[in-house]
């Protein structure tokens, strides 16, 4: 079980013989909308969720960072001054290396870690680890809020995304774009991040899922999915393809209008990589301008297609997915796709209150009938970005 406020403030104590200066936390996130789209410049609507870690941050009097999990209990610790080597070295290894490595890409963006004080950070998370919904981007940014904070930067939340998407890229070493701390430090309650990834402007739109009295269930299939796999990997390559053969610097620069011609220049694995990101691209901006209009009941035909989109176009999805995403369509929810970069992982369902444990009974069955393992089945609620918290 994850701790309470009072009880990682005890273990703070315990550990350090001292009060933190501070508890932060920093949610999860689910993507509603907009996928594999962030490295092609393009759209993504991700929210904030009600799982969150926590981050109890105390100053030391010396100058040496010590980051502690409840995971497994482990501490690791580094001089501020020796971090950017460390990092050279290739020292920073494990989960250490996400809350680690915020402090280092702090410095990288112009904090002084030759005189910034010592700090003891103990994290505790109840975001699950792996389900796709990124555990390590709640890290990232209940850290970076923290040390933003007790080390007096000044940045400001778009730049501590910035901060934390270059400790996982550098630091952890996964080429992830800025969606997950975007949600992260910049989600709102019952409300999306409207996110373009190439001018990095963001704005946040209001979900409205409370009054419509709907919830948002995620259907973790369990199956494991990797960045590193060649899949992930040859969407990449193919999307950089099709974009160069167009004559666009990225698919960003396509539209729905141009895949007539993108039929004819690409092969048909490049053409219906493309399609899938410029008609995804598409589906985000009428997702927003849908949300803005008429509200949550109306989107469930974007979602459906963005997972045939997925499914048929970018080939990512998988058998798991697909009967969690048409099962909850039979009964009852409003819209369900796929989410995250896919081969596994999670798919998402807009549910009717009234519906959802139908709809999470009725999926337990499906994967049994099909001799898939069993998922694991939740309600997510559209919450507040990272914070400031008290310390009981
Ligand atoms: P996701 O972000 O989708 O959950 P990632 O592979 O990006 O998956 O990040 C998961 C990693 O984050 C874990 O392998 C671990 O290194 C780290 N992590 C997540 N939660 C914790 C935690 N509570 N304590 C320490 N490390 C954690
Ligand atoms: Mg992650």
């Not at 997950?180 to 373009?196: M, N, R, T, W």
């Not at 729905?256 to 694995?269: F, G, H, N, T, W």
């Not at 309600?379 to 918290?389: D, H, K, L, M, Q």
Request: hydrophobic content about 45%.
């Amino acid at each position: 079980m994850s701790d309470t406020a009072q009880q990682l403030s005890e273990r703070f104590i315990s550990l350090t013989g001292r009060e933190p200066d501070g508890l932060w936390s920093a949610p999860g996130r689910v993507n509603l909308i907009g996928e594999h789209t962030d490295y092609n410049e393009g759209f993504v609507l991700p929210f904030a969720i009600d799982r969150r870690t926590r981050a109890a941050v105390g100053l030391r009097t010396d100058r040496v960072i010590r980051v502690t999990s409840t995971f497994d209990d482990t501490s690791v610790e580094f001089q501020l001054t020796e971090l950017d080597a460390a990092h050279t070295a290739g020292h920073i290894v494990g989960w250490s290396a996400y809350p680690l490595g915020v402090a280092w890409a702090l410095g990288q963006h112009g904090a002084d870690l030759t005189t910034v004080p010592g700090v003891d950070i103990i994290i505790d998370s109840t975001v699950p680890v792996g389900a796709g919904l990124s555990s390590s981007a709640a890290i990232e940014s209940s850290v970076a809020l923290a040390l933003n904070a007790l080390w007096s930067l000044g940045f400001s939340r778009e730049k501590l995304a910035q901060v934390g998407q270059l400790a996982e890229n550098e630091v952890v070493g996964a080429p992830t774009g800025i969606m997950d701390q975007s949600a992260s430090l910049l989600g709102e309650s019952d409300s999306a991040v409207f996110l373009d990834c190439r001018s990095l402007d963001v704005a946040v739109v209001p979900l409205g899922l409370a009054q419509a009295e709907l919830s948002i269930l995620v259907m973790d299939t369990r199956v494991s999915h990797s960045h590193a796999t060649g899949g992930y990997a040859e969407r990449r390559a193919a999307c950089e393809a099709g974009a160069a053969a167009m004559g666009a610097t990225s698919l960003r620069d396509v539209n729905v209008s141009d895949l007539d011609r993108a039929r004819e220049l690409l092969d048909d694995v490049t053409f219906r990589r493309v399609r899938h990101v410029v008609t995804e691209n598409q589906r985000v901006l009428d997702t927003v301008r849908v949300l803005n209009e008429e509200g949550p009941l109306a989107i469930g035909a974007l979602l459906d297609a963005s997972h045939l989109s997925m499914r048929d176009d970018f080939e990512i999805s998988i058998p798991e997915l697909d009967l969690a995403v048409e099962t909850a369509q039979a009964h009852g929810a409003i819209g369900a796709r796929m989410t995250g970069g896919g081969f596994g992982g999670a798919a998402i369902a807009l549910v009717p209150y009234e519906s959802v444990a139908e709809i999470e009974n009725a999926v337990k069955e499906a994967f049994a009938a099909r001799g898939f393992a069993e998922p694991v089945t939740f309600t997510v609620t559209p919450s507040t970005g990272a914070e400031r918290n008290n310390t009981e």
